[in-house]
């Protein structure tokens, strides 16, 4: 796996054969197995953990569960997967998002997680084959010439365009300076119209403009690189424009501790543009705040 797969996972877990069995035996050893006949594998995400689970315990794979039967997946999210198979009661999964609300939870759980889960079988090839089948849904021949290297492209734009997933915000922010002004109490920092991109996560289509962060500082503050990095690690995600201003004037709020922050984005969106109502010059303007309203007053009069 490259770009976009390690991206994704310094914020994930990504899983050899043997890690996999591994924790598919930890998995097991917490299952009692005595009430149950037979296992099920959810098709096709948790037909590698049912095949080890069904080694361990000795117990036949079925293909429709009843009553006795466990049915088993690699990731519990939503839980909506096992309400398809809610005759049998009792349901293991390997990894569980720990996400509320969930449907069905799992009854044995081999790990909590919070991030996404890169298993051995996702290979590179298999996200690029994602990107045919879309290519197909549109009426598209994916072996034409101009297409035939567009699936490996998109894969690797993802690592650009959604590579806010493998930053963290507190490691951005982590570098501080002493004030030394006579003023610093009374003298924001503002870093004004600072380009963004992100994608809509309503319709995965691109918004893009400009943010202005800009706080008045207690006794540290930080490099101005660092504010324009910090807009980059929310935007480059899924997101929609009024979250983005807020985690960024949280972060700030919660590493720096300001006085005040102001957070204000202005921003076009294609989803509105070339779908939808489809309106080419309407902008959309999202403001953010944390702190005193003085405080905020004084950051907005020098912005």
Not at 24 to 46: E, M, W, Y
């Amino acid at each position: 796996m490259d770009a976009v797969a390690s991206t994704a996972q310094n914020a994930g877990l990504a899983l050899t054969w043997p890690e996999f069995r591994l924790r598919c035996l930890d998995l097991a050893r917490k299952i009692d197995f005595s009430p149950f006949d037979s296992i099920f594998a959810v098709p096709t995400s948790g037909v590698c953990v049912g095949v080890e689970l069904s080694s361990f315990s000795g117990l036949p794979l079925v293909w429709e569960p009843t009553e006795k039967t466990l049915v088993v997946d690699d990731v519990c999210d939503s839980g909506r997967t096992f309400e398809r198979w809610s005759n049998a009661p009792v349901r293991a999964a390997l990894f569980d998002k720990g996400r509320a609300p969930c449907s069905i939870a799992p009854n044995y759980v081999g790990e909590t997680v919070s991030g996404w889960v890169a298993f051995p079988w996702e290979t590179t090839k298999k996200i690029e084959s994602t990107v045919v089948r879309q290519l197909e849904f549109l009426g598209e021949n994916p072996n034409r010439e101009g297409l035939r290297e567009t699936p490996e492209r998109v894969r690797k734009s993802w690592a650009t365009l959604y590579g806010g997933y493998g930053e963290n915000p507190k490691t951005i922010l982590s570098k501080r300076f002493s004030v030394d002004r006579p003023d610093a109490e009374t003298a924001p920092i503002v870093l004004k119209d600072v380009e963004f991109y992100s994608t809509c996560e309503h319709h995965m289509l691109p918004f893009f403009g400009e943010i202005s962060v800009g706080y008045l500082p207690g006794s540290r503050v930080v490099g101005v690189s660092k504010l324009a990095r910090l807009v980059d690690c929310f935007a480059r995600r899924l997101q929609i424009q009024e979250r983005l201003v807020e985690e960024i004037a949280s972060a700030i709020q919660e590493e720096l501790a300001p006085r005040g922050v102001y957070v204000r984005a202005e921003a076009q969106h294609f989803c509105m543009v070339a779908r939808g109502v489809q309106k080419r010059r309407g902008k959309m303007v999202t403001v953010a705040t944390r702190g005193d309203a003085e405080a905020i007053r004084r950051v907005v009069k020098a912005g």
